[in-house]
């Protein structure tokens, strides 16, 4: 990380990393001038609260040791964070702590960007794009020809179908795709 400081130096740029890490980071959010987050590889998230003056390594956050590709916050508390094999994870204390969301796919997701606490969207390879609206559930937009599916998942619905169209168990996460209207 480099952080910008003004005055007499031939740049404006001072470096302040590795200390006080060395994983790959890949992705930071300025909350504000004081408050940014970054995230990178084995889960690791810096949080700085001083404008990058110190900052505080969290590895392993909620429990991942998967690369965080993106960040977002949509404000001083609130922010995402996405990365290898559709890890998904939030935050509602500036990053004091985060916690992983269901997410539907397995595949690496390279981008987050939330519109408000509830509306969002993640999109990663192989174009894949979910959108939640808040409810902990991802839809996830699948291309049949030239149609766009939308297929929301959801570990709270039935496990049968009644001869409409199909559903898949999504492994370890008990979570069920079901198709719906967008």
Known sequence: LLSTMGGAQ??????????????VLNAIWAVNQDTAVAVGALGTVLRTKNGGTTWQVQPNIAGTFEQLFATQFINGSTGWAVGEFGR??????????????????????????FVSATTGWVAGIDGTIMKTTGDGTYAVQFTSGSSKVFVRVDADLPTYSWGMPAYAN?????ALWVAVME
């Open 10 to 23: 031939q740049t404006p740029w001072q470096w302040v990393n590795p200390t006080p890490q060395g994983n």
């Open 88 to 113: 998904i994870i939030k935050t509602t204390d500036a990053g004091e702590l985060w916690f992983p969301e269901n997410s539907p796919t397995v595949k690496d997701l390279f981008a987050v960007l």
């Open 170 to 174: 999504l492994g370890g996460q008990n």
